[in-house]
């Protein structure tokens, strides 16, 4: 089946670094992938659209100076968290979605914790 | 905009005793419905989906789901609960139009021996 890895799977970092996320699709090619930020015992918050080649779409409300994304592959998507803050820390989830299909596959998320 | 409204935040139900978790959407307008599981810190797993065909849609780990469109509603079942299924469940749906997937507010079931 198709699998979508995050790499990494937590991390922890200082106020004010930057830390760079990874979701790659390991058996297909995803032309499009998404990333969600879910906070505790809620649901999947949709920060942005990435097509592999072009620049991100991001939902209002998401910064895109602070959340960067490039998809420069077919099989991979990186979120960069610039300048993080505490209130950054969240668990973060991409899903990639199959060229031509509308099914989307998640990763596992990954838990940043900014202190 | 599309919508989906789970109305229990969570469902406690004995082991072995059947359990439906409700999912209703916002329009009648052609969608794909699908079903979520999440274990805790872990990414989503699909239990199931509805793009066509069938109304009654089987999944993995026996659950099912129905696709009413004249309600709306796509509800989960299964007919009896392990304490393994224990999780955070999240209906969704995708209008063909936007491609958008949206998320309901998701059910946490509960499974007790």
């Known amino acids: ?115 | 905009a599309q919508s989906v409204t789970q109305l229990d935040s969570q469902v406690p139900v004995f082991e072995e005793a059947p359990v439906e978790l409700r999912c209703n959407y916002s329009s009648s307008v052609s969608v794909y419905l699908f079903w979520y599981v999440q274990y805790p810190n872990q990414g989503l797993q699909l239990l199931l989906k509805y793009l066509s065909g069938s109304t009654l849609v089987k999944g993995i780990n026996g659950f099912e789901a129905e696709f009413n469109k004249s309600q709306t509603s796509f509800h989960l079942r299964k007919p009896s609960v392990h304490i393994s299924d224990t999780a955070e469940y999240f209906c969704a749906v995708i209008d063909t139009g936007f491609q958008k997937l949206v998320f309901g507010t998701g059910t946490r079931l509960l499974v007790s021996p």
């Open chain 1, 1 to 115: 089946g198709a699998v979508v890895s995050q790499h990494p799977s937590r991390v922890i970092c200082k106020s004010g670094t930057s830390v760079k996320i990874e979701c790659r699709s390991l058996d297909f090619q995803a032309t499009t992938m998404f990333w969600y930020r879910q906070f505790p015992k809620q649901s999947l918050m949709l920060m942005a659209t990435s097509n592999e080649g072009s620049k991100a779409t991001y939902e209002q409300g998401v910064e895109k100076d602070k959340f960067l994304i490039n998809h420069a592959s077919l099989t991979l998507s990186t979120l960069t968290v610039t300048s993080a803050h505490p209130e950054d820390s969240s668990f973060y989830i991409c899903s990639a979605r199959e060229t031509g299909t509308y099914e989307q596959y998640f990763g596992p998320g990954t838990r940043l914790t900014v202190t």
